[in-house]
Structures are given as structure tokens and as C-alpha cells.
């Protein structure tokens, strides 16, 4: 009796579970065992066999790292393609200032996260707690803060001191950040 192509083909993958190759049971395995309780034919089940193969893909990424990053002149490359695209395509440029604008629409304070993390260093984890610290309310008049607050720092080294309401950093701002000014004018208030 003459076997089919189907037929060999059966028998050559049912002989290759049996052989020992561990990366092809591994991936037949993977298959599988999507719920994870079916075998790769070494009695394996799927959870083994993806950590294994997880494992290996680690160990061969991190040995042929060059494949997979690219180097600083292919990056150069591969921006200067894209600039090229953005100068003379207008459906391009268009593209790019639609998805930007709704990306600024969709997450209004990611934009505020990353101007206060340039100017003045302070990340949203240090954002957040110095906020939370001051109970969410200016550090001067104690008002809660219904608007974005402001991030007082001192202009000659740069130091944060804390977050302020609209009204009180300006009141700071005007008298200069000067400690004397703001005693006079405590004594004036007082005096009347």
C-alpha cells in the first residue's frame, strides 16, 4: 500500500516528538498548550514549556544583541527617512499634528508632568508627594487647590520650595522674593 504526502507528512512530525529536540518540542508544545494542561510529548505542560522557551529567547537576545538594536548610524538613518517624509509629504505632516494634538487632548497633564520634570527636575512621583504633603493646598494661604498648582523655586540656585496658588506665587514674584520687602510690608498691613 502507497502512503500519501499527508501520510509522510504525519509520520515525519510525529517521529520528530520523539527525537529529543528540545526547541521543537518546546515551540509544538507552546501550541498546544494555550490552556496549559496538554504536553510537549516530555510531559511538560504549556507553563513549562513557555518558561523555557521565555528563558531561552532571553539568553539568545542577550547574546545577539546586534541583531536587534540598532546602532547609532542606523538610527541616524532611519530618523533622517522620516524627517525627509515629514518635509515633503503633506498628508504626513498632517498625520503627525492630528495624532499629536490628540495625544495633547487625551492626556492634558502628561504635558504639565514633563514641563515641571524639565524645568525644575521635580518628577511626578516627587510632583505627587510634595501635593500631598501640603494636604493639596497652597503652601502659603492654605486654599485647596481647585486650578493646576504653581511650583514655587528659588531663581538663584534653583531649589523647589513648594507648590503655590496662582495669587501667592505672583504676591512672591512682586516683591522680588525678598524677605525685607515682605516684612514692611506685613508692618504696613498691620498698621492699618
Partial sequence: MRKTRKQDRVNTTSECSHSGD???NAVRGQRTAKGGTSSDGHGNTGEDVSRSKSEYMKAYYAANKSKWKRN?????????????MYREREEVREYYK?????????NPHQRRRSEVFKRYGLSSIDYEGLLEAQGNSCAVCRVVFTKTPHVDHCHDNGHVRGLLCFNCNRAIGHFQNDVQIMERAIKYLTRN
Avoid: V, Y
Fill in 22 to 24: 528540545r526547541t521543537r
Fill in 72 to 84: 547609532r548610524e542606523q538610527q541616524d538613518k532611519a530618523n533622517e527617512s522620516k524627517r525627509r
Fill in 98 to 106: 492630528s495624532h499629536a494634538k490628540q495625544h495633547r487632548l487625551k
